[in-house]
């Protein structure tokens, strides 16, 4: 992972990284170990509890990498990751910025500690 810090144009002080997810992140294995709660957990597989608007069917994952921006408790996501971010001009960080997508905030109290 790298880090770069800028100073946007109306004085505000970002933190740019890259986060890349490892393939092995996601859940190799069942969690439903039990045998008695096999019949059940058969029937939760049977029908699609997810809910979708419109046509989406699926949830949204980002599962490719991607440039965090955070500025406070503001995070921002642009991916792909553009191939020049860890060198360009400060000018050209804050363009990626502004193009970036809005990302959950972080709470107050994960920033406090």
Known sequence: MSLRVFV????????VFDVVPRTGERRSQ?????EASEEAS????ESDRRLA?????KLSTISEAWLC????AE????????GDWS?????????YCRRARPARPLHADLTSH
């Open 8 to 15: 946007d144009s109306s004085g505000n002080e970002w933190h």
């Open 53 to 57: 608007i419109g046509n989406v069917g």
């Open 30 to 34: 069942d969690r439903r170990a039990s």
């Open 69 to 72: 921006f955070e500025q406070g």
């Open 42 to 45: 058969a029937e939760r597989r």
């Open 87 to 95: 060198r360009c001009t400060e000018q050209a960080l804050e363009d």
């Open 75 to 82: 995070r921002r996501r642009l991916s792909p990751i553009p």
